[in-house]
């Protein structure tokens, strides 16, 4: 059966162009959909046996007890970062704590209002799921400033404009550079979050970034669970909380 009659050169040409832009999208997707399975990682969180102060110093011997984070890996591979990341976790009643020390010798911060575009610099980044089930989920931001943003997302991506006009009562962070790099010490209340605050033995759903830039269109993405895509919001790739005494 004749499928298609004579192509004229316009047709011939846009048949071309869809032709290679599907060629194209097939290796694109390939390149991250081939990336090696990674397991979904599990933290424990202890709680605080005393009050944590918001200052980036971590001089409270609760840090010291907290399970250390540090294989982050590339956010589209699963291959080990290139940088080094020490995340740790505490709670109490009140509020989760979190700490990511990055190193970094290229500090890339300008941004100066609270929601600005921090994802687009270097920046740490913390999603938290309460209730795993994609729905009313966090994004917190601070940058090497100390610069805030938060967003209260419905459902995946959803609403990005409305999400960022929610705050989070209470959310505090500092920030200190060193040598190698700068580290973020983060307060997380629990009065504001979706379900309000866990119990022992309970469990949440979380994602741990870090945006390392490097100047205009280069940069590194890395994470705790690898979402193993070009999008840091794959909620199934997020890893799990689990809260202990």
């Not at 005393?50 to 011997?61: F, K, V, W």
């Not at 799921?129 to 991506?157: H, I, T």
């Given at each position: ?24 999208v ?6 991250w959909?081939?990336?090696p399975e ?5 933290a424990?969180?202890?709680k ?7 200052d980036?110093r971590?001089?409270?011997p609760?840090?010291a ?6 294989d ?8 080990r ?7 740790r976790?505490l ?5 989760l704590?979190?700490?990511?020390d990055?190193?970094d ?17 270097d ?7 309460p ?10 931001e601070v ?11 419905p459902?995946y991506r959803?609403a ?9 009562p ?24 979706p379900?309000?605050?866990?119990n022992?033995?309970?469990?949440w ?11 205009e ?8 669970s ?14 799990t ?5």
């Amino acid at each position: 059966m004749r499928l298609l009659g004579r192509l004229t050169p316009r047709t011939a040409g846009l048949l071309a162009l869809v032709t290679v832009a599907a060629m194209g999208v097939v290796v694109w997707q390939a390149g991250w959909l081939s990336a090696p399975e990674t397991s979904i990682p599990e933290a424990t969180v202890v709680k605080a046996r005393g009050p944590i102060a918001i200052d980036s110093r971590l001089e409270e011997p609760d840090w010291a007890r907290a399970e250390r984070l540090r294989d982050f890996v590339i956010s589209t591979s699963g291959r080990r970062a290139p940088l080094d990341v020490d995340a740790r976790m505490l709670w109490d009643e009140q509020a989760l704590y979190v700490m990511f020390d990055v190193e970094d010798y290229d500090i890339v911060s300008t941004f100066t209002q609270r929601d600005d575009a921090l994802y687009t610099e270097d920046v740490v980044e913390l999603f938290l799921d309460p209730n795993g089930d994609g729905k009313d989920y966090v994004e917190l931001e601070v940058s090497p400033n100390g610069v805030l943003f938060d967003a209260l997302f419905p459902s995946y991506r959803k609403a990005l404009e409305r999400s960022k006009r929610w705050n989070l009562p209470g959310l505090r962070a500092a920030v200190a550079t060193h040598d190698e790099g700068y580290r973020v010490e983060l307060r997380v209340p629990f009065d504001g979050l979706p379900g309000g605050a866990p119990n022992a033995g309970d469990t949440w759903r979380a994602h741990l970034y870090r945006i390392d830039q490097h100047g205009e269109g280069e940069g590194h993405f890395t994470a705790w669970s690898a979402p193993l895509a070009p999008d840091f919001h794959v909620l199934a790739r997020m890893g799990t909380l689990r809260f202990v005494d």
